[in-house]
């Protein structure tokens, strides 16, 4: 596997792309929702490289190397040389179908040679934990790795890319097949759970209704004070550890959205009646320590340095993390080493296993790395 990893800036994106010199299989775009290029970089490598597969989603910031930037292209190109891939993509209408949707992606990626699959995502029209669960359904030991598109802190509109479109409502599975790849992965959060447990008495998959018999929306709204004026983005200030039993290990929801009408949260996963709930409130050390536990998890099966990590971190993490951003991201360079080229964005979610025998989960709130590399 070669890579190469470059930063596209608006002003000289044509001459950053000129410097690529090997044969391109693969390209991952993770492009700011206001470069204003997009559309012409990928009319672009399309025509440069018409053979090869281009997939990539809208961000909340990009991540090349150890910088964290807005308003560029996080561009990745890779060769594969003893590694294969096939691309699979489906359009949705709500999230209703998120469930099928993962399964039909998994039954045109699936042969006995498939060893990981890569899935980007829309942010908003997605119900990402169905997603998953219909990925499993039909691959369950297969490992999956991705997330969710995101507009900045906006919640208002997100993409994929798919070859040579920009679209949303659309979710793409690229699926790596044989014995010659190598694949780490975590996913680690380090939030800091606080105030009561309490039970969600009421909900519908991703809608939350009433917690202790109480409406949801009310009572979240009790405990961010001031900051309940800048829902639904401040709540990605505030999120929510779930755990469905005593035995399960606890998840973290992030806000999509809130109904006034009938006091209801809408999450980026389910929340199942039930299930138990905490507040959570960031602890920077905290975090910037669990974006290390994640890489030192994820590199671990590395008896030599990989040359991809994709890192795909939660944006309410860049809001907390503000001007020290990169931090987290530095933090995993120096698990990794330096042979690796470095990529990802700033999500909405963040889809993997939180280490290597655990089923794969959809999160919110976490730092997730995968690493690839062929042998």
């Not at 045109?108 to 998953?132: C, E, T």
């Not at 219909?134 to 208002?156: C, E, K, M, W």
Request: with cysteine; aromatic share 8%.
């Amino acid at each position: 596997m070669k890579v190469q990893q470059i930063s596209l800036q608006e002003d000289d994106w044509l001459e950053s792309i000129s410097i690529l010199n090997i044969e391109v299989n693969i390209f991952l775009l993770f492009v700011s929702p206001d470069f204003n290029s997009k559309r012409e970089v990928l009319g672009f490598i399309n025509n440069r490289y018409p053979e090869a597969t281009i997939i990539g989603c809208s961000t909340a910031g990009e991540i090349s190397d150890v910088t964290v930037k807005d308003k560029t292209i996080s561009l990745t190109a890779l060769q594969l040389d003893k590694v294969t891939s096939k691309k699979a993509s489906i359009e949705i209408l709500d999230m209703n179908c998120s469930y099928k949707s993962g399964e039909y992606l998994a039954k045109n990626l699936y042969n006995k040679d498939l060893r990981h699959v890569l899935v980007l995502s829309d942010g908003l029209n997605v119900n990402g934990a169905d997603l998953v669960s219909g990925l499993q359904s039909v691959i369950p030991n297969v490992s999956i790795t991705g997330g969710l598109a995101a507009d900045g802190s906006n919640f208002n509109k997100t993409f994929v890319i798919n070859n040579n479109e920009i679209v949303d409502k659309t979710i793409i599975a690229l699926g790596f097949y044989g014995d010659n790849l190598k694949v780490g992965f975590s996913s680690k959060g380090g939030w800091d759970s606080f105030g009561i447990e309490r039970l969600v008495t009421k909900s519908d998959k991703n809608v939350l209704y009433e917690l202790d018999g109480l409406p949801a929306l009310e009572l979240y709204k009790s405990f961010l004070g001031k900051q309940a004026d800048n829902l639904p983005s401040s709540g990605l200030l505030f999120p929510l550890n779930m755990r469905e039993d005593e035995d399960s290990i606890p998840v973290v929801r992030t806000i999509l959205a809130v109904n006034e009408a009938d006091q209801s949260l809408i999450f980026a996963g389910n929340i199942p009646e039930g299930s138990y709930v905490r507040l959570m409130k960031a602890n920077i050390d905290r975090l910037i320590d669990g974006a290390a536990d994640s890489a030192i998890e994820a590199n671990k099966e590395q008896e030599e340095s990989s040359e991809l990590a994709i890192l795909i971190s939660c944006v309410g993490r860049r809001l907390v993390l503000k001007q020290l951003v990169e931090e987290e991201v530095e933090a995993v360079r120096e698990i990794i080493g330096e042979k690796p080229s470095i990529t990802g964005f700033y999500s909405y979610g963040e889809i993997a296993p939180f280490g290597e025998f655990s089923p794969c989960e959809l999160h919110n709130q976490t730092m997730t790395i995968t690493t690839l590399s062929e042998c």
